[in-house]
């Protein structure tokens, strides 16, 4: 069998059309016009690059391994590829043919699938056999960067009244599994980490008019590790894009659907209903925020919290029995106010 | 006595780089990629580049003679192995250099007055914090350098390899100097200092033992610089991509191999409308469109250019040098995706 190719001695610069013949054993290189002719025998060849797509196949010498022999026959690569030695052609592969080309497409857009769709579908259900000591721990590392950086807010008056407010929204039986930490930082925003941990930011508490918004936001943010919604997002979110990119994953920005944010809701109104706190401090401060959306300080606790009208109402005439009172006194307010002091300020 | 006539100039041949590659082709093997990459928790993505680049390269046509890149997945993984056991080990001496300054400052706030004690812990903060900024830039530094030296390497033309004989550490050294003096100097030295380091890397290049020379001078390029710079603001620096157009083609052009020179028929409209149709590819078709991008940055080398001179490299011998390290080493860990760098 006979093919025309390119041969490169690996010296020089020079560009050598050749023939090639292949033999019972060997292949016989010959560039007439120069006088070279050579032979490679078949357990010196390697393959350096396969056919792809119907391109030229390129093969070198074990004994000269800068040689480089680039044939384009794709007749001559069949018969060639079953004489070399196995360690020689490590780069044999799969050829894209067209109906493969559609597998993979196919395989690509369910995977995109799996994604976009099963993962979340699924999120709630893989969440409740997803290990606890692993969502802790995921939520550790997390609150542990703001301790390293020495922004977590621990002025003891304020911190007093803060366990005071934890104390009257969180259930008993959960109270242990909660751990609420004010932050230094300037963007209204609060979120809850897989492990319990919740995070409220300086800026909102700054923001908020009364001890009942930060309670109705604490117990909106329980309400969401009641339902294990961290998780399901921790769950929702490792999937290809991590593996993709690589990229680590962002807690600060977990974004709930609508149904979790109502679902969040209706536990908080139940928490706040059952501690004889009033629901009007968190639906206030929705109300008093929901129209503030080009401001950037705001956007951030909306993005993460999406509040619509319909989200308000059905707050507004969601049923409590109890009468409320005040959670914080005047002055235990102030200090929480204060938490993100130093002492003595 | 000899008769003075100005000699008759000879005109010297051009060349175009033929590229061949198609988008469906690029597009089968990307998919596959990403595919066994999720299957085999990334491990895959080193092979698979290499296939994108063997297809690539092999479809770069010059002369009638294709390029081939003869770099392995083998040599990328261990080079991914070994940035990240680098990486971890400069965290480690940062964190070293860390604990000595703020030791260091401690040692004199503890003899110091409450102000003074104050302020040299400020300076403390201060010095570590310049001291992380420039050291993850020489990092960076010389993650890409490294990468590109490996790279080239790796790419032979008519069975000869190419090389850049440049140390990466120097690199990175001159890199930092030169930002601190663009700094410094407002963006005034910025045209002497992107053709001095262009010239740094252009003299350590090699195609087989045929060295790189450099002609190149950056008086051409201060007016540019000036006005790109000035209009910086109000254009929210997008006036600047006249002024790269402008460098890309100087150094194209100040470039040369053996009898080979070079010219790049790019400007900064040119530039502007590439970088912009690429983000809305990016952007519309959220990342799935990153193969026309790699295709339209291969096409705008191959369409724009020009190899001038005549290219007989028949004296071009191998060069006798050993190749470049195994891998991307660090690249691969914090530095570019591939083909984002073409341009």
Same mark, same amino acid.
């Given at each position: 069998?006979?093919?025309?190719?390119?041969?490169?001695?690996?010296?020089?610069?020079?560009?050598?059309?050749?023939?090639?013949?292949?033999?019972?054993?060997?292949?016989?290189?010959?560039?007439?016009?120069?006088?070279?002719?050579?032979?490679?025998?078949?357990?010196?060849?390697?393959?350096?690059?396969?056919?792809?797509?119907?391109?030229?196949?390129?093969?070198?010498?074990?004994?000269?391994?800068?040689?480089?022999?680039?044939?384009?026959?794709?007749?001559?690569?069949?018969?060639?590829?079953?004489?070399?030695?196995?360690?020689?052609?490590?780069?044999?592969?799969?050829?894209?043919?067209?109906?493969?080309?559609?597998?993979?497409?196919?395989?690509?857009?369910?995977?995109?699938?799996?994604?976009?769709?099963?993962?979340?579908?699924?999120?709630?259900?893989?969440?409740?056999?997803?290990?606890?000591?692993?969502?802790?721990?995921?939520?550790?590392?997390?609150?542990?960067?703001?301790?390293?950086?020495?922004?977590?807010?621990?002025?003891?008056?304020?911190?007093?009244?803060?366990?005071?407010?934890?104390?009257?929204?969180?259930?008993?039986?959960?109270?242990?599994?909660?751990?609420?930490?004010?932050?230094?930082?300037?963007?209204?925003?609060?979120?809850?980490?897989?492990?319990?941990?919740?995070?409220?930011?300086?800026?909102?508490?700054?923001?908020?008019?009364?001890?009942?918004?930060?309670?109705?936001?604490?117990?909106?943010?329980?309400?969401?590790?009641?339902?294990?919604?961290?998780?399901?997002?921790?769950?929702?979110?490792?999937?290809?894009?991590?593996?993709?990119?690589?990229?680590?994953?962002?807690?600060?920005?977990?974004?709930?659907?609508?149904?979790?944010?109502?679902?969040?809701?209706?536990?908080?109104?139940?928490?706040?209903?059952?501690?004889?706190?009033?629901?009007?401090?968190?639906?206030?401060?929705?109300?008093?925020?929901?129209?503030?959306?080009?401001?950037?300080?705001?956007?951030?606790?909306?993005?993460?919290?999406?509040?619509?009208?319909?989200?308000?109402?059905?707050?507004?005439?969601?049923?409590?029995?109890?009468?409320?009172?005040?959670?914080?006194?005047?002055?235990?307010?102030?200090?929480?106010?204060?938490?993100?002091?130093?002492?003595?300020? | 006595?000899?008769?003075?006539?100005?000699?008759?100039?000879?005109?010297?041949?051009?060349?175009?780089?033929?590229?061949?590659?198609?988008?469906?082709?690029?597009?089968?093997?990307?998919?596959?990629?990403? &595919? #066994?990459? +999720?299957?085999? %928790? =990334?491990? @895959?993505?080193?092979?698979?580049? !290499?296939? *994108?680049?063997?297809? $690539? /390269?092999?479809?770069?046509?010059?002369?009638?003679?294709?390029?081939?890149?003869?770099?392995?997945?083998?040599?990328?993984?261990?080079?991914?192995?070994?940035?990240?056991?680098?990486?971890?080990?400069?965290?480690?001496?940062?964190?070293?250099?860390?604990?000595?300054?703020?030791?260091?400052?401690?040692?004199?706030?503890?003899?110091?007055?409450?102000?003074?004690?104050?302020?040299?812990?400020?300076?403390?903060?201060?010095?570590?914090?310049?001291?992380?900024?420039?050291?993850?830039?020489?990092?960076?530094?010389?993650?890409?350098?490294?990468?590109?030296?490996?790279?080239?390497?790796?790419?032979?033309?008519?069975?000869?390899?190419?090389?850049?004989?440049?140390?990466?550490?120097?690199?990175?050294?001159?890199?930092?100097?030169?930002? &601190? #003096?663009? +700094?410094?100097? %407002? =963006?005034? @030295?910025?045209?002497?200092?992107? !053709?001095? *380091?262009?010239?740094? $890397? /252009?003299?350590?290049?090699?195609?087989?033992?045929?060295?790189?020379?450099?002609?190149?001078?950056?008086?051409?390029?201060?007016?540019?610089?000036?006005?790109?710079?000035?209009?910086?603001?109000?254009?929210?620096?997008?006036?600047?991509?006249?002024?790269?157009?402008?460098?890309?083609?100087?150094?194209?052009?100040?470039?040369?191999?053996?009898?080979?020179?070079?010219?790049?028929?790019?400007?900064?409209?040119?530039?502007?409308?590439?970088?912009?149709?690429?983000?809305?590819?990016?952007?519309?078709?959220?990342?799935?469109?990153?193969?026309?991008?790699?295709?339209?940055?291969?096409?705008?080398?191959?369409?724009?250019?020009?190899?001038?001179?005549?290219?007989?490299?028949?004296?071009?011998?191998?060069?006798?040098?050993?190749?470049?390290?195994?891998?991307?080493?660090?690249?691969?860990?914090?530095?570019?995706?591939?083909?984002?760098?073409?341009?």
């Amino acid at each position: 069998m006979n093919a025309v190719g390119k041969y490169y001695d690996g010296m020089r610069a020079n560009s050598h059309a050749v023939v090639i013949t292949l033999t019972s054993y060997k292949l016989v290189i010959e560039d007439r016009e120069n006088g070279i002719k050579l032979s490679w025998e078949f357990s010196d060849i390697t393959l350096i690059e396969s056919p792809e797509f119907g391109s030229a196949f390129s093969l070198s010498n074990k004994t000269r391994p800068a040689e480089r022999l680039i044939i384009a026959d794709l007749d001559l690569y069949k018969a060639l590829i079953i004489q070399i030695p196995l360690a020689n052609k490590p780069l044999v592969r799969v050829n894209i043919t067209k109906s493969r080309g559609c597998l993979l497409v196919a395989l690509f857009i369910s995977l995109m699938i799996v994604y976009a769709w099963v993962l979340p579908q699924f999120s709630s259900q893989i969440a409740r056999v997803f290990p606890s000591s692993w969502a802790k721990y995921i939520g550790e590392r997390h609150v542990e960067t703001y301790e390293e950086k020495g922004l977590v807010c621990k002025n003891t008056d304020g911190i007093e009244s803060l366990n005071k407010i934890i104390k009257r929204i969180v259930p008993k039986e959960h109270r242990d599994k909660i751990n609420v930490q004010i932050v230094t930082e300037d963007t209204v925003n609060a979120y809850i980490v897989p492990g319990g941990h919740v995070v409220i930011f300086s800026a909102l508490l700054d923001e908020a008019e009364s001890p009942e918004e930060i309670a109705g936001i604490l117990a909106h943010e329980v309400g969401h590790h009641l339902e294990n919604h961290p998780v399901q997002a921790l769950i929702e979110r490792v999937g290809v894009a991590v593996i993709l990119s690589g990229m680590e994953m962002n807690l600060l920005n977990f974004k709930y659907s609508r149904d979790k944010e109502v679902k969040a809701d209706r536990i908080a109104i139940s928490l706040l209903d059952e501690a004889r706190v009033s629901k009007r401090g968190l639906i206030g401060f929705l109300k008093r925020n929901s129209g503030s959306i080009f401001d950037n300080k705001i956007v951030n606790y909306l993005s993460t919290h999406p509040a619509n009208e319909e989200r308000i109402s059905s707050l507004v005439v969601s049923n409590t029995v109890n009468k409320p009172t005040p959670i914080l006194s005047k002055s235990e307010w102030i200090q929480l106010k204060q938490i993100c002091s130093k002492p003595g300020v | 006595m000899r008769k003075s006539a100005t000699p008759k100039k000879r005109k010297l041949s051009t060349a175009k780089i033929q590229y061949t590659g198609q988008i469906p082709h690029i597009y089968g093997i990307w998919l596959l990629n990403i &595919i #066994l990459s +999720i299957m085999t %928790l =990334g491990i @895959y993505s080193f092979w698979g580049r !290499v296939r *994108l680049r063997k297809y $690539v /390269a092999s479809r770069v046509v010059l002369a009638g003679d294709p390029c081939q890149y003869t770099g392995t997945g083998g040599e990328l993984f261990l080079g991914f192995i070994k940035g990240i056991l680098f990486l971890f080990l400069s965290y480690v001496l940062l964190t070293i250099g860390y604990a000595i300054i703020y030791f260091i400052a401690a040692f004199f706030a503890h003899f110091s007055g409450e102000a003074q004690a104050d302020a040299i812990m400020a300076g403390a903060s201060l010095v570590s914090g310049a001291l992380f900024v420039v050291f993850y830039y020489a990092l960076f530094c010389v993650a890409i350098f490294s990468a590109l030296r490996y790279r080239f390497s790796r790419v032979t033309w008519r069975g000869i390899r190419g090389a850049i004989k440049y140390s990466a550490f120097t690199y990175a050294c001159q890199s930092i100097k030169f930002t &601190i #003096l663009k +700094i410094l100097s %407002l =963006g005034l @030295y910025a045209h002497i200092a992107d !053709v001095k *380091l262009a010239k740094m $890397v /252009a003299e350590n290049s090699y195609y087989g033992n045929a060295r790189a020379k450099f002609h190149g001078n950056p008086e051409s390029l201060w007016k540019i610089n000036f006005i790109t710079m000035l209009l910086s603001i109000p254009t929210l620096a997008l006036s600047r991509l006249w002024y790269k157009a402008a460098l890309i083609r100087h150094n194209f052009q100040a470039t040369q191999i053996d009898h080979l020179r070079f010219d790049f028929d790019i400007t900064g409209g040119k530039l502007l409308g590439f970088y912009l149709v690429n983000l809305l590819i990016v952007v519309c078709t959220l990342g799935i469109g990153m193969p026309y991008v790699m295709q339209r940055s291969i096409k705008l080398v191959a369409d724009n250019l020009t190899i001038i001179g005549d290219i007989n490299t028949s004296k071009v011998l191998q060069s006798n040098e050993e190749l470049a390290g195994s891998g991307e080493g660090l690249n691969s860990v914090i530095g570019e995706p591939d083909f984002a760098g073409v341009i």
